[in-house]
T-cell receptor, first 115, second 113 residues
Framework: GESVGLHLPTLSVQEGDNSIINCAYS??????FIWYKQESGKGPQFIID?????DKRQGQRVTVLLNKTVKHLSLQIAATQPGDSAVYFC??????????????FGQGTTLQVKP | DARVTQTPRHKVTEMGQEVTMRCQPI?????VFWYRQTMMQGLELLAY????????DSGMPKDRFSAEMPDATLATLKIQPSEPRDSAVYFC???????????FGNGTRLTVT
């Protein structure tokens, strides 16, 4: 039967294209943000993080953009590969004051990469 | 690679039984978090510890759930008595103090019938 639960937004992209996953966060006092990737049967895996004193950070094939004015975070994946298919979560540190406090997760976005 | 280890990976039990889930955080990490993941609610924070002391367990049903850190290498999450609505994947994560990413284990998938 039909499963009932969160309807995760899904982003479907062609292999080799760039992907952009968006996230709105809730607390204007949050000072640290993380993107995680979760594959089936595994725990969330760290991808990249950014502190609130930055608006952009780049890693290998990934870039995180932070817009504090509108409380928006995005993850850009360059040259998306089939191995990038997973659920992506943004998380905000609501503890503030530079301490590891509550990491609160967004609902997640499913990325599907078509070969 | 250092990793967070959770046991058991899967647990099936009957309603009313006690369930204990264990977590070995990464050596040197002094914050430990318990999360629960369900289709309905996503990833929910249940409790977290710093230097083995509980800092916040407001996300945890107090009447049946308890979380402890008997020592720096072991965190436990107990449910007594378990109920079908507790069926979920329970994740443990650890990290150093300060703005650093948490490292997650692969979870315990709990099914309560």
């Amino acid at each position: 039967g039909e499963s009932v639960g969160l309807h995760l937004p899904t982003l479907s992209v062609q292999e080799g294209d760039n992907s952009i996953i968006n996230c709105a966060y809730s607390n204007s006092a949050s000072d640290y943000f993380i993107w995680y990737k979760q594959e089936s049967g595994k725990g969330p895996q760290f991808i990249i993080d950014i502190r609130s004193n930055m608006d952009k950070r780049q890693g290998q094939r990934v870039t995180v953009l932070l817009n504090k004015t509108v409380k928006h975070l995005s993850l850009q994946i360059a040259a998306t590969q089939p191995g990038d298919s997973a659920v992506y979560f943004c998380a905000e540190n609501m503890g503030g004051s530079g301490n590891t406090g509550k990491l609160i997760f967004g609902q997640g976005t499913t990325l599907q990469v078509k070969p | 690679d250092a990793r967070v280890t959770q046991t058991p990976r899967h647990k099936v039990t009957e309603m009313g039984q006690e369930v204990t889930m264990r977590c070995q955080p990464i050596l040197g990490h002094n914050t430990v978090f318990w999360y629960r993941q369900t289709m309905m609610q996503g990833l929910e924070l249940l409790a977290y510890f710093r230097n083995r002391a509980p800092l916040d367990d407001s996300g945890m049903p107090k009447d049946r759930f308890s979380a402890e850190m008997p020592d720096a290498t072991l965190a436990t999450l107990k449910i007594q008595p378990s109920e079908p609505r507790d069926s979920a994947v329970y994740f443990c994560a650890s990290g150093p103090v300060g703005n650093s990413p948490l490292h997650f284990g692969n979870g315990t998938r709990l099914t309560v019938t």
